[in-house]
């Protein structure tokens, strides 16, 4: 069982609407969470990187939450953009910090 | 910011030859490495992680001898698929670790399109 999940799998939202996409983990011990956005065909590009001492993080329009008791992570996207239709992807990563756990996306697509 | 890149970046071959993908750190020293592929709508699956200077560690179900990794330097690591098969045809992606900035931060490489006919 994968210790990261993500939902929903895919949303689709029009544009200038916004989103939440969701990340429960049960990685642990848990020392960093990860938010990427990877295009079509490109690697992943890190948005986020939250450790157990914060609970919010934002980066330009995207902005992070992590609840460590919960083991609960989101990623808010406001305003969204025809070029946020991407896979966003949660990576837990283990207290030892080689243990990097990938959740499986969420595919967004922004509509006009 | 931190660049890493892969080369080359799409490649199609036939059945049985090999192909080599490059995996830099433009800007920073990575002493390790990591290989994943990724399938279709998928997240990606980590393959091996490669230290310089000594054997790459791969992951459960990972062969060794068709994925041949060296990490001959801080920054330049390069995956082999030996006797290329249609499907080893997937998304290969690479990321590098910074130990410069202490946090060790990963930054991933654009991805190589593996094609094999």
């Known amino acids: 069982k994968n210790q990261v999940e993500q939902s929903p799998q895919s949303l689709i939202i029009l544009e200038g609407k916004n989103c939440t996409l969701q990340?429960?983990?049960?990685?642990?011990?848990?020392?960093?969470l990860r938010w990427y956005k990877q295009d079509t065909g490109r690697g992943p590009v890190s948005l986020t990187i939250?450790?157990?001492?914060?609970n919010t993080k934002s980066n330009g329009r995207y902005t992070a939450t992590l609840d460590a008791d919960t083991k609960q992570s989101s990623l808010h996207i406001t305003a969204s953009q025809l070029s946020d239709s991407a896979s966003y992807i949660c990576?837990?990563?283990?207290?030892?910090?080689?243990?990097?756990?990938f959740g499986a996306g969420t595919r967004l697509t922004v509509k006009p | 910011g931190a660049v890493v890149s892969q080369h080359p970046s799409w490649v199609i071959c036939k059945s049985g030859t090999s192909v080599k993908i490059e995996c830099r750190s433009l800007?920073?020293?990575?002493?390790?490495m990591f290989w994943y592929r990724q399938f279709p709508k998928q997240s990606l699956m980590l393959m091996a992680t490669?230290?310089?200077?000594?054997?790459?560690?791969?992951e459960q179900g990972v062969e060794k001898d068709k994925f041949l990794i060296n990490h001959a330097s801080l920054t330049l690591s390069t995956l082999t698929v030996t006797s290329a098969h249609p499907e080893d045809s997937s998304f290969y992606i690479c990321?590098?670790?910074?130990?410069?900035?202490?946090?060790?931060?990963?930054?991933f490489g654009p991805g190589t399109r593996l094609t094999v006919t």
């Open positions: 800007d920073f020293q990575a002493t390790t």
């Open positions: 490669s230290n310089e200077g000594s054997k790459a560690t791969y």
């Open positions: 939250m450790t157990f001492s914060e």
């Open positions: 990576v837990v990563t283990a207290y030892n910090n080689n243990d990097m756990r």
């Open positions: 990321s590098a670790r910074d130990i410069g900035g202490g946090d060790y931060e990963q930054y």
């Open positions: 990340c429960n983990y049960t990685v642990s011990p848990f020392s960093n």
